[in-house]
């Protein structure tokens, strides 16, 4: 080995480029700050809330989250962030929980703990089934595919989008070990009616999870945020039928991500998430979550964040939100072509075409026009429901404090957008899915012959499309979700797997 390469000036000289490198890969990201991307980022617009989070993942940096009786620092942060939720939750003193590193790891966790305190599962044999409205997050369908188990999808009200409590109580059989409704949902940023929906589970004895992941850190002071009167019904620990309910640090709690709090109101059904291991000649090993050794960056970001605003900075913040969606959701309505889907509540929704023909709007359309204008919204494929009903091709809107500070420049930008797309119909998928589709319209092939092929065949056929990496079509959203939603989903599902993970790979 050369020990020259541990030389404190080699180790200087090589790690500034390095940060100089990363510096400018940075500046080519999206910007993460100032309410220009209206999704996956949270911004409260105060810079000094980031220096504070910057400086506690910088405490814990070297720390092992892992056990908490070696680093009592974890369980001081991660007793504290449970108990403020429960409490804003409504939880009570009874209320238990923990950190995970984010929403999908809450939901995981949710569904587990309701498998294995069915008594299925593992080597139980037959794992059951969860039911959850056709608008719950990936996360569930996810957790029920890396867990074993089968998922009922029930349709939502497209007029409302909102999932209907006796559709609930048909869709639930022998085997559902899990009710999920969301509060909001992400697609639509509707509140299912969760009061209604624990009646249906408390008769049945089935477990109900609340996912508050998106809204939570929001609903929680709506109410009291002094912008607008309607009040929201309970949707929380209020009900009692509700066990467990997730809500994510670091979407509307403003913690960099890799947050999130997974609560139960039983203790037993907590247990049952846990995954414990003493027959191993290595340490015994206790983990609540999914991971072993983990960061306490985001936990202590995340906790730092919570006292430096306070319930007070949280509702103000709350405020501006509610004040920012009225304005905008009022802009949609005002213009010809487009309208809010559903009923939303919270800080976010989603926006449709409003009829066909000359006057419509094409949401994506829409969408691309607003990115020229200097604002990224998001794109979300229309849905055909079990029953029949199709949720309309929409394009979502996360609204966050920072939002208010460009108001009036995006309204103008929705509006603008707007008047240039009218009357044009939605983007076609790129020339070679649109043969694809053909063929699969009139029966010349079948989901499984595509979803059948290698990686390779995969990897051409999307180049042949222009959409390998640095094709034409790479970063063509608007082309992409017509692929979506042309072909079977099957076979996007794999060709936009072959997609991303040639995106990534490396060379
Ligand atoms: C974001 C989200 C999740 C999943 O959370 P991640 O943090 O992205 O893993 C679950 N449910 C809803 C409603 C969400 O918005």
Not at 307 to 314: I, N
């Amino acid at each position: 080995m050369n020990e020259d390469a541990l030389g404190l000036d080699g180790i200087a000289g090589r790690g500034a480029s390095a940060l100089a490198e990363l510096h400018a890969l940075r500046a080519a990201d999206a910007p993460t700050h100032g309410g220009r991307v209206l999704s996956y980022v949270y911004d409260p617009g105060i810079a000094e809330l980031d220096r504070i989070a910057g400086e506690a993942a910088r405490l814990v940096q070297p720390v092992n989250g892992l056990d908490p009786t070696v680093f009592p620092s974890a369980r001081v942060l991660e007793r504290d962030l449970v108990a403020w939720g429960a409490q804003l939750t409504h939880g009570g003193d009874g209320t238990v929980g923990n950190v995970t590193s984010g929403g999908t790891e809450s939901c995981m966790l949710a569904v587990l703990s309701a498998r294995d305190s069915a008594g299925r599962g593992g080597e139980a044999g037959d794992a059951g089934s969860i039911v959850i409205p056709t608008t719950a997050h990936a996360a569930f369908v996810k957790a029920a595919h890396v867990l074993g188990l089968g998922v009922v999808r029930v349709a939502v009200d497209p007029s409302t989008g909102r999932v209907d409590p006796a559709r609930i109580a048909a869709a639930l059989r022998d085997d559902t070990v899990l009710v999920v409704a969301s509060a909001p949902n992400y697609p639509l940023g509707a509140l299912d009616p969760i009061a209604e929906i624990a009646e249906v589970t408390g008769a049945a004895g089935v477990p109900l999870h609340v996912d508050a992941c998106l809204g939570g850190f929001a609903l929680a002071w709506w109410d009291e945020s002094g912008a607008g009167d309607d009040t929201l019904p309970p949707w929380d620990f209020r009900v009692p039928g509700v066990t467990t309910l997730s809500l994510d640090l670091h979407k509307y709690g403003y913690a960099p991500k890799g947050a999130s709090l997974l609560l139960h109101r039983d203790r037993d059904r907590h247990r049952a998430q846990y995954f414990g291991l003493t027959d191993w000649p290595g340490y015994p090993v206790v983990n609540p979550t999914l991971l072993g050794s983990k960061s306490l960056a985001a936990t202590a970001s995340a906790w730092a964040i919570a006292h430096a605003l306070g319930d007070d900075g949280y509702r103000a913040l709350v405020g501006r939100i509610r004040r920012s969606v009225t304005v905008l959701r009022e802009a949609v309505d005002a213009t010809a072509g487009l309208r809010v889907v559903g009923d939303p509540v919270g800080p976010v929704f989603a926006v449709a075409a409003d009829g066909h023909g000359e006057r419509a709007v094409d949401p994506h359309r829409w969408a691309a026009a607003v990115a020229e204008r200097g604002f990224t919204l998001q794109m979300q494929p229309s849905l055909p429901q079990p029953d029949g009903t199709t949720l309309p091709a929409t394009t979502h809107l996360t609204v966050t404090p920072v939002t208010e500070s460009v108001l009036g420049e995006l309204v103008v930008a929705l509006r603008e957008a707007a008047t240039e797309v009218r009357g044009v119909p939605p983007a076609q998928p790129l020339a070679a899915l649109a043969t694809l589709a053909a063929a699969f319209e009139a029966g010349q092939v079948e989901a499984r012959d595509v979803t059948a092929l290698p990686s390779a065949v995969l990897a051409a056929a999307l180049a042949e499309a222009g959409l390998a990496p640095g094709g034409p079509g790479e970063l063509d959203m608007a082309a992409v979700l017509s692929a979506v939603e042309a072909l079977p989903r099957e076979v996007t599902r794999v060709l936009l797997i072959e997609y991303l993970a040639g995106l990534l790979a490396p060379g």
